[in-house]
Nanobody
Framework: QVQPVESGGGLVQAGGSLRLSCTYSRIIFGINSFDWYRQAPGNQRELVAGIKFGGWTNYADSVKGRFTISRDSAKNTVYLQMNSLKPEDTAVYYC???????????WGQGTQVTVSS
C-alpha cells in the first residue's frame, strides 16, 4: 500500500475541532513535503497546509492561526489539527506527498469534513 491513507474526517459544528491523520508507506523515498489539500463542490483543489521534510511549514491565509500541520516520523503519519472550524472549511481533504518535479507523487483517497453552522 503506497497510497497514503487519510482518516479523521466527519461532521462538526462551527467552532469545533477535528484532527485529520495521513498514514504513509515507509518505502516512499525522496520526499520533499507532505501537504494537505481540500476541494469543495464546484471549487478547485486548494493547498491548505504543507510541511517540508525538514520541518518548515506553510499555510493558506484562510486557515492561518486555526490549523496546524505536524508530522510523527516514527509513526509515518502527518496530522492536520483543525480548530475554530467554519462552514467554509467544508470540503474533501486530501493528503499529498510531493517528491519534486517530474517524480511520481502520491495522493490519498480523501476524507470528508463537514462543518455545520
Amino acid at each position: 500500500q503506497v497510497q497514503p491513507v487519510e482518516s479523521g474526517g466527519g461532521l462538526v459544528q462551527a467552532g469545533g475541532s477535528l484532527r485529520l491523520s495521513c498514514t504513509y508507506s515507509r518505502i516512499i523515498f525522496g520526499i520533499n513535503s507532505f501537504d494537505w489539500y481540500r476541494q469543495a463542490p464546484g471549487n478547485q483543489r486548494e493547498l491548505v497546509a504543507g510541511i517540508k521534510f525538514g520541518g518548515w511549514t506553510n499555510y493558506a491565509d484562510s486557515v492561518k492561526g486555526r490549523f496546524t500541520i505536524s508530522r510523527d516520523s516514527a509513526k509515518n503519519t502527518v496530522y492536520l489539527q483543525m480548530n475554530s472550524l467554519k462552514p467554509e472549511d467544508t470540503a474533501v481533504y486530501y493528503c499529498h506527498i510531493d517528491r519534486g518535479v517530474g517524480v511520481t507523487d502520491y495522493w490519498g483517497q480523501g476524507t470528508q469534513v463537514t462543518v455545520s453552522s
